[in-house]
């Protein structure tokens, strides 16, 4: 380049017709990373805040959940040892019987109190599953009241 084309290029230092000075250009892209970084910055800081929400959120719906679990499990346990010590019972008075009359009399007996039993244990646990089914949620349901309520 010749000192002519130099000292015009200096004189005039535009970029390309878009009325922004040479020098100005990387300051400007400057801007724009800094501003994109910071709200980079920003949405990471949020989305680190969620995770560590929905961490808690998720401990304690597991801690409930497993509570349950075990009640669950221990009435089904107590359950089966009533049933069990039932028909260890009806054998026994099984054995003691002296006619077919008094088998089927006993059997019906057996039979009747055997159904109503079972209709109420499969109440029970089915009430225990309800409610751990509904303290479970009850977390993930306050979480999202919560959510809904905070405007972003």
Known sequence: MSDVQTNEVSDNPKAGGFGLPL???PQAFQGIAEQNARRAREQFEKVKEASEEISVLLKEAYAVNAKG???YAAKVIE???ANASSALAFISELAGTRSLSEVIQLSADHGRKNFEITTA?????WEIAKKVATETS???KKSFAKTLKTPS
């Open 138 to 140: 009850e977390p993930i």
């Open 79 to 81: 359950i089966s040892h």
């Open 121 to 125: 244990q499969n109440k029970e646990l």
């Open 23 to 25: 020098f100005a250009l």
């Open 69 to 71: 679990a075990a009640d």
